[in-house]
């Protein structure tokens, strides 16, 4: 990546190349990246849709592999000029056990880091979260923050936990040598709540209405403001970044960036109604229908009836303690941090996020309403 081999075609690295935000990374970087010479596709669950990709003029590998396999990363990183690590377990609902949870996105992002450093990888951008800052187990609001603002971090969660850990393990692996003597540079960046197309959540909560007969209930009060970010620009972000990292090694190795653009600040559920409302839901109330402290209760009781069921079968509702914590604390971000390390602008406006996230919830459930 140096400048006297500017024509170097570069071997791009994607974990979790198949997942919601992965995919977006992938056609990404067929799209933006010039330099692009082959690119690896490292999941543990291949897409079908990886196979149309195999007929452009870039090399497309797909690699079937488990981050938490050492020897599986070691292979599939080697001779790669750059990882971006997207995979990881992202479970908020008690799919899964706190120790998969740390297995994949700890173990794993350590595996990375390590198959980095032992066949000389330079560059690695991570994935992270704005759970690795908050919001925290006490509730405070973190209003418009930015990368700087104080903020109280605790978890108790396995999920923010998990991604804290794992982000920290980046962070302090930025300049260690690698393979060959030459220093690591890693960044982080760090979404907000994603959407766009393939978010499963917005599907499920446009389902839901559907059931209910078109009509959606409010259940957290609308001054709760929610960050959000869409999917094409945190893709967008990680290419960016990755592109950068060598030019700006100094000022962004060890850094870590939220994840930002023109998406308004609302609460989760208005921020939901902008594309729900346009295929046909309601939202019901300018309040929340039931009190808190009953929401409170039930999110208590749906704990209690995962724990009880889970010798039986999985009970995983949207709803539980900490779900309902995250969804009725602020939690956004203003900041423009990206902008001056390695010059991002979101590539899609708010107009242009919203029609494409429309378009998909119709199209996703069949719906053209
Ligand atoms: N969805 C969101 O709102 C946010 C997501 N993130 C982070 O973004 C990243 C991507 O998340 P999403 O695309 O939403 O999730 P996703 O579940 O759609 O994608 C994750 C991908 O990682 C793969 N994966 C999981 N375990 C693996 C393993 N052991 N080995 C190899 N691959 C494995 C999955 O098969 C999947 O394709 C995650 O690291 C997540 O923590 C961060 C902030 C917000
Ligand atoms: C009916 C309930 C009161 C509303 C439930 C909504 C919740 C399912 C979602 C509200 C906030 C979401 C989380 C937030 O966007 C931050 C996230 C960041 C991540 O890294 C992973 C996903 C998530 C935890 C996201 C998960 C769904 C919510 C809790």
Redesign the pocket.
């Known amino acids: 990546m140096a400048d006297s081999a500017q024509a170097q075609k570069l071997v791009y690295l994607v ?8 995919e977006h990374v992938v056609r990404m970087l067929l799209q933006r990246e010039p330099r692009l010479g082959e690119l690896r596709v ?4 291949l897409g079908p849709w990886l196979e149309e990709l195999k007929t452009g003029p870039v090399r497309v590998t797909a690699i079937q ?4 396999q050492a020897h599986e990363v070691a292979a599939a990183v080697a001779g790669a000029h750059v990882v971006i690590h ?5 479970d908020v609902f008690g799919r899964a056990s706190p120790e998969t949870i740390h ?3 700890v173990q ?1 992002t350590r595996n990375v880091i390590e198959a980095c450093v032992q066949t000389g990888t330079r560059f690695l951008v991570y ?5 690795v800052v908050g919001p925290n187990t006490k509730g405070h609001p973190f209003y418009r923050g930015n990368e700087d603002t104080p903020y109280e971090a605790v978890h108790s969660h396995p ?1 923010p936990c998990s ?1 804290a850990l794992a982000e920290w393990l980046v962070l302090e692996a930025n300049g260690r040598k690698v393979h060959g003597g030459l220093p690591l540079v890693t960044c982080a960046l ?6 766009g197309e ?3 959540i917005m599907r499920d909560f446009y389902r839901q209405g559907l059931r209910l007969g078109g009509w959606l209930f409010r259940a957290i009060p609308a001054s709760v403001e929610h960050g959000r970010v869409y999917v094409g620009n945190v893709a967008w972000m990680h290419v960016l970044a990755a592109r950068e990292l060598e030019q700006r090694a100094a000022l962004m190795g060890g850094q870590v960036y939220f ?1 930002y653009d023109g998406s308004p600040y609302k609460s989760y559920e208005d921020f939901n109604m902008e594309f729900l409302g346009p295929c046909g839901l309601r939202l019901v109330g300018t309040r929340p229908l039931l009190p808190y402290w009953l929401l409170v209760f039930l999110a208590a009781l749906n704990a209690l009836l995962q724990w009880l069921l889970r010798p039986l079968v999985l009970y995983a509702p949207l709803l539980n303690p900490y779900t309902l914590a995250v969804a009725n604390t602020t939690f956004t971000v203003s900041t423009d941090k990206a902008q001056r390390h390695f010059g991002y602008e979101p590539l899609f406006s708010w107009e242009d996020s919203r029609t494409r996230t429309i378009l998909w919830v119709q199209a996703a459930t069949g719906s053209a309403q």
Request: proline share 2%; charged share 15%.
């Open positions: 974990t979790g190349g198949c997942g919601f935000l992965g490292f999941d543990r669950h592999g488990d981050v938490t997207t995979a990881g377990l992202v297995e994949v996105n794993g994935t992270s979260s704005m759970e999920y991604k760090r979404p907000t709540g994603i959407y393939g978010h499963q994840c």
